[in-house]
């Protein structure tokens, strides 16, 4: 099977399983989602849910942000880890959203990723699930799954974002980052899986026999 086909099945597949992949981190505008994002970073989902409500009960804008000592932001988001980092990061770019950008998230990649805490990834899902732009944002388990399915060969998550973007339509990009993530959690936590356990593997490679090398992001 061509590595476009394998793309197709994948994308076909996923969409049946995940018709609406809803959202998975809580929010009610741009900035709670940044911040929510943010705190995602190497903590799950569930976890950031339970902490933000707390968090944006005292600010859900960058100008009541500013407003919060960054010490009670800290005891607030510490069971999402990082929190020394995390809750400066907070912060600091809430400040420059009221300095620079009147108060609100931009909409552009390069602003975002000026902003402290905020990588490349962040400012995907963002730029995807705040305003609608087309983006791939690729973490380890969507560089990890897309290659056991044979869609990249890329060594990193840079590599893996580009070959993702030219193998499928920009209108589905951000569904199908959200429909990789929940078959993972779903299907592809194992690690020692030798690829050969669940269908989409099967079908990308009925004749597997061995495991699949995965290199690390
Ligand atoms: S067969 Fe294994 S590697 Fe492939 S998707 Fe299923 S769990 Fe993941």
Redesign the pocket.
């Known amino acids: 099977m061509k590595k476009a086909e394998r793309a197709e099945l994948v994308r076909e597949r996923l969409a049946e399983l995940y018709p609406d992949p809803p959202i998975p981190l809580n929010h009610s505008n741009p900035f709670t989602l940044l911040v929510a994002v943010l705190l995602s970073a190497q903590c799950t989902d569930e976890r950031v849910n339970q902490v933000t409500p707390k968090l944006f009960l005292l600010a859900r804008s960058a100008k009541k942000m500013c407003e919060v000592p960054v010490e009670v932001i800290l005891e607030i988001i510490r069971p999402c880890g990082l929190s020394p980092q995390k809750s400066k990061a907070i912060a600091g770019l809430s400040r420059i959203l009221v300095d620079e950008h009147d108060g609100k998230v931009p909409a552009d990649f390069e602003a975002l990723e000026r902003l402290p805490g905020v990588g490349h990834k962040t400012a995907s899902v963002v730029m995807a699930q705040a305003f609608g732009v087309p983006a791939f944002p690729v973490d380890t388990h969507i560089h ?2 897309a290659q ?2 044979g869609l990249t060969s890329g060594k990193n998550v840079k590599q893996t974002e580009a070959d993702l973007k030219k193998l499928f339509p920009e209108s589905c990009w951000n569904d199908l980052h959200l429909q990789i993530i929940f ?2 959690r779903e ?4 690690r020692g ?10 079908a ?1 490679y009925p004749n597997r026999k061995k ?2 090398t995965i290199k690390k992001a």
């Open positions: 990890r799954l056991r399915w078959y993972g299907h592809c936590s194992a899986c030798d690829g050969t356990k669940c269908e989409l593997c099967r990308c495991p699949p």
